[in-house]
């Protein structure tokens, strides 16, 4: 059974919105450190954005104004919401879990989900 689901990815013109959901059974209000990071084609894997034990956000400056991430502890999700969506987001997208704090790092991956956005 795998630990952590990516769903919600596609392919959408410049300036659409997406949806990006993760499901996991980590996902609840003790849960540590997680967050969606992606890999365009060809290139390194970046941090997109993390929401650490104590509720704090960090986002890329790429996606600062843009990107929302946000945890539903009941329903054991983490969602990231992706508005005006540009060329440059296209890539595979992971969503990651670590352990007590996000200095310590991500110790789960999930699957990815691919994002296309067409200009």
């Known amino acids: 059974q795998e630990d952590l689901v990516e769903s919600g990815g596609g392919s959408v013109q410049a300036g659409e919105s997406l949806r990006l959901s993760c499901a996991s059974s980590?996902?609840?209000?003790?849960?540590?450190?997680a967050g969606w990071y992606r890999q365009p084609l060809g290139k390194e894997r970046e941090e997109v954005a993390t929401?650490?034990?104590?509720?704090?956000?960090i986002y890329a400056d790429s996606v600062k104004g843009r990107f929302t991430l946000s945890k539903d502890n009941a329903k054991n999700t983490l969602d990231l919401h992706m508005n005006s969506l540009k060329p440059e987001d296209t890539a595979m997208y992971y969503c990651?879990?670590?352990?007590?704090?996000?200095?310590?790092?991500?110790?789960?991956w999930g699957k990815g989900t691919l994002v296309t956005i067409s200009s």
């Open positions: 929401i650490d034990r104590d509720g704090s956000t």
């Open positions: 980590r996902f609840t209000h003790s849960s540590g450190c």
């Open positions: 990651a879990a670590g352990g007590s704090w996000c200095q310590y790092g991500m110790n789960r």
